[in-house]
């Protein structure tokens, strides 16, 4: 049967854009289906949905040829944890891995842009706006994806990276399993007078942590995870207001706001597919895992599973072949369950009951006694290989 693309990719967010521009630049024919519109160029105050990008997954990005709008991005080479009230206190620095810096703080939009920009270049991606599937059936040989404005397009390979709630999931009869959390992250971007854009730093406290992700200039973006009432309680509060709550309740370091510029909450849950795959079909992202943010990770290893999945799709003549999303399968969900016990281990270890808290401070204070298991965890949160030296 005649092929319109040889992957289709479902879901434009940072994702299965990262995947259309990797592909399309290795010379594959992309076809990439986004409910929503094409990206608009961020301007302005800074967007409230800000992600960190590890070592591995900037370089990823990279290999597709994607440049980052280095205006609205952030670098950092240090990361500190504390435990409020506790001893526990380690700092990680990207000189101790070798490393220039940790990695990137940037808005979600202006990494999407950026790679939509990029796959505007690229001859082989067709990118489809304002249209999502509706039903998805295979053949011997390919994979079949119904739009609902009428159109079907037809792939070896169809990936789903149309986040948490995806429809090609559901579609392809996957089943997740969930965990809520109970607790909300308040997101608030604000303008501080104090610069501290070297670091991002995060302290936990028995309702939950309080972090701050540094944005250019003085700018940063802050979250306060507690239960839900408190949240709302606090998102109800003038920006006046709530800039006086955060200079009470944050740590002293964080010194005075000159302004609140945008806030909103989101509740925390994880959840996992029991398969990454199906018959020339693969989940990635969102779409395969959420997990607690409080790690700066979730967009990270869904990049990964993109980079895992191109290697693979670009070592093997046909792309929809079983053996190779076996492997991807095997690589990701195994590294992505990991990184949910850990997050989750962290929540609870630091937000459970008082003999709990005790265990996670007396585990950094471990942490930082222990040079060589410090870097072993810093190479792990940057997607490299914790075993390799230098
Ligand atoms: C409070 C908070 C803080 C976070 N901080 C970080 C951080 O510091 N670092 C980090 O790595 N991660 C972080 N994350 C996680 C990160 O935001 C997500 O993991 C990431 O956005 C997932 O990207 P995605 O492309 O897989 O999914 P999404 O961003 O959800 O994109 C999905 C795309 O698919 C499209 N779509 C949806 N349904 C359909 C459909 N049916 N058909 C076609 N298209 C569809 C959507 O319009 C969207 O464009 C955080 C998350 C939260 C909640």
Redesign the pocket.
Known sequence: MQRDHEIVI?????????LAARLGYAGLNVGL????DA?TAPSGDFDL??????AR?LAFIEASGTELPEARCCSFRHIEVWNQGGKGHSLFSADDSGLERFGV?IE?RAL?YALWERLKTLPGVTCYTQ???ISTLTSSDSRLVELDNGKTLNADLVVG????????RELAGIDITTYDYHQR?L?TNVETELPQQDVSWQCFTPTGPVSM?PLPGHHASL?WYDSDAAIRDREMLTDNGLKAAIEAAFPKRLGNLIRVTGHAS???KRQHAKRYIAKRLAL?????H??H?L?????????HDADALADILLAQRDVGDAKGLRRFEIQRRFANQAMITATDGFHHLFTGSAPLRRLGDASLQLAERFPLAKRMMMQQANGLNPFKRG
Do not use: H
């Open positions: 479902v879901g434009g967010g940072m994702v299965g854009a990262a289906v986004e409910r929503g990206p949905r800000i992600s960190s990008l590890n997954s703080f979600n999407q249209c999502a599937p990276a149309d986040g948490a709630r995806s429809t090609l992250a997101i992700l979250i989101f509740p925390i990635i992202g969102d779409a395969a959420v997990v943010p790690a700066g990770q979730g967009l990270n290893i869904g990049l």
